[in-house]
């Protein structure tokens, strides 16, 4: 496509939910990265893609998230027993084969736990 | 202490005069820097990015690196209204990843 989409483009959970964002990068872009961002800081890496296989999950907070993407296009972040502390915004962006010329990133997710 | 360090502002700048921003960085093997604008409620767009120490300019932006004091800012000419934004300093670590500041708020009074 012509940019990063990602859907939903909000979504209202409840604590102890389970819930999945979606991110469709730029055609082509074979790296794809998902950050969280919460309000007044900046983008906070979690996990980043080189085709189908995570090259580096380093940033995920725990072991109740986890992203998927199976067939190196679209991905999926995936957060069990939400948290309210879980409550940002998430943000996915692609890159061409290296990350020289920067990142696009999609307009994120707000998501938010009640 | 941070990877990617900014003044977190509010910069209040004049219409027409020159925005100045810092960013430092504390990873000796970073080779690509990147600036980001956001404005409120919407994802970081790419303005800049730089790899070789000097300037460099791009319409009224101009991006300047200094590797041996692990150095780059983002200076905004003839600043208007619609620079006000908040401007995200992005450094590629040695993993391959930016690492994020927390960003400058920027305003630019008529």
């Known amino acids: 496509g012509a940019g990063v989409s990602q859907t939903p483009s909000n979504k209202v959970t409840e604590k102890g939910k389970y819930v999945e964002l979606r991110c469709d990068p730029i055609?082509?872009?074979?790296?794809l990265y998902w950050y969280r961002q919460s309000l007044g800081q900046g983008p906070e890496f979690l996990i980043y893609?080189?085709?189908?296989?995570?090259?580096?999950d380093s940033g995920l907070p725990n072991d109740r998230f986890f992203a998927v993407r199976p067939e190196g296009s679209v991905s999926t972040l995936k957060i069990q027993r939400t948290e309210r502390g879980d409550s940002a915004v998430y943000l996915c962006?692609?890159?061409?084969?290296?990350?020289?010329?920067?990142?696009?990133f999609g307009s994120g997710t707000r998501l938010t736990v009640v | 202490q941070k990877e990617v360090e900014q003044n977190s502002g509010p910069l209040s700048v004049p219409e027409g005069a020159i925005a100045s921003l810092n960013c430092t960085y504390s990873?000796?093997?970073?080779?690509?820097f990147f600036w980001y604008r956001q404005y409120s409620g919407k994802s970081p767009e790419l303005i800049m990015f730089?790899?070789?120490?000097g300037d460099k300019e791009d319409g009224r932006f101009t991006a300047q690196l200094n590797k041996a004091s692990q150095y780059v800012s983002l200076l905004i000419r003839d600043s208007q209204p619609s620079d006000s934004a908040t401007y995200l300093c992005?450094?590629?670590?040695?993993?391959?990843?930016?690492?994020f500041g927390a960003g400058t708020q920027v305003v630019v009074t008529p």
């Open positions: 962006a692609s890159s061409s084969p290296t990350v020289n010329y920067g990142y696009t």
């Open positions: 055609s082509g872009h074979t790296a």
């Open positions: 893609f080189q085709g189908t296989g995570a090259a580096d």
């Open positions: 990873d000796r093997g970073s080779q690509s």
């Open positions: 730089i790899y070789s120490n």
């Open positions: 992005a450094v590629e670590d040695s993993w391959g990843k930016l690492q």
